[in-house]
């Protein structure tokens, strides 16, 4: 009889059980495609991240936007493929001269997978002795100012990217200053100052510190 009733529960449980496990083979489905719907809307990780500190740096980088929004360098954030449309950065002077032309480098280790990692240059300001069309620039000591990426920046840096490798298939960028020009006709970079060569004023010496 003790044999016959432990069958008996057996065969109670039996049941319980499969009703549990097809209730998890419907709900798994449905939590997946959750999971990936909510991905999607957020789209994929990116971050950005300063490429060089130097301590005598002219510029420091205030704020900075992407995917509209603001963002920490370093840390990632949720956007689209279209990530950098409309990026920009609030930067402040913090020599003690004017400035008057702004280089700041995006570059993109990750095509280092297909060659030299790719590099693009933001301009702003004229520069001096050059013959171009850029809209001059003064940039007053202790002052602050947003440089943007305008969109048809964007479409020349996508454009350059997708030589080599689609553009949304990046998830990281760097950014640096690379050149600065002050309105007395010296300049930074790369951590040195320089000036301007009195033999070809588009060529600029680093000044020995």
């Known amino acids: 009889m003790k044999y ?25 489905p449905w939590c997946l495609s959750s999971d990936i719907l909510t991905r999607a809307a957020q789209g994929q990780i990116k971050t950005l991240e300063k490429h060089e500190n130097y301590p005598n740096e002219p510029l420091n980088f205030v704020e900075i936007k992407a ?14 493929e279209n990530w950098l449309q409309n990026a920009s950065f ?45 809209r001059a620039l003064s940039f007053k000591s202790d002052s602050e100012m947003i440089l943007g990426l305008t969109a048809e920046n964007y479409d020349r840096l996508v454009k350059f990217v997708e030589e080599r490798q689609q553009f949304s298939t ?30 070809n004023p588009n060529r600029y010496i680093p000044v020995p510190s």
């Open 67 to 80: 995917a509209n929004k603001s963002v920490r360098l370093g840390e990632g954030f949720s956007a689209g």
């Open 90 to 134: 609030r930067v402040k002077n913090v020599s003690n001269k004017e400035i008057v032309y702004i280089e700041i480098d995006i570059n993109f280790p990750e095509t280092k997978s297909s060659g030299n990692e790719m590099s693009y240059r933001l301009k702003f300001g004229h520069r001096p002795a050059a013959h171009d069309s850029n």
């Open 170 to 199: 990046l998830s990281n960028a760097t950014i640096r200053i690379g050149f600065v020009i002050f309105a007395d006709g010296t300049a930074w970079g790369g951590g040195l100052f320089h000036r301007q060569d009195p033999n």
């Open 4 to 28: 016959n009733h432990s069958l008996t529960n057996s065969n109670k449980v039996i049941p319980a059980c499969l009703s549990v496990l097809c209730l998890s083979i419907l709900v798994l």
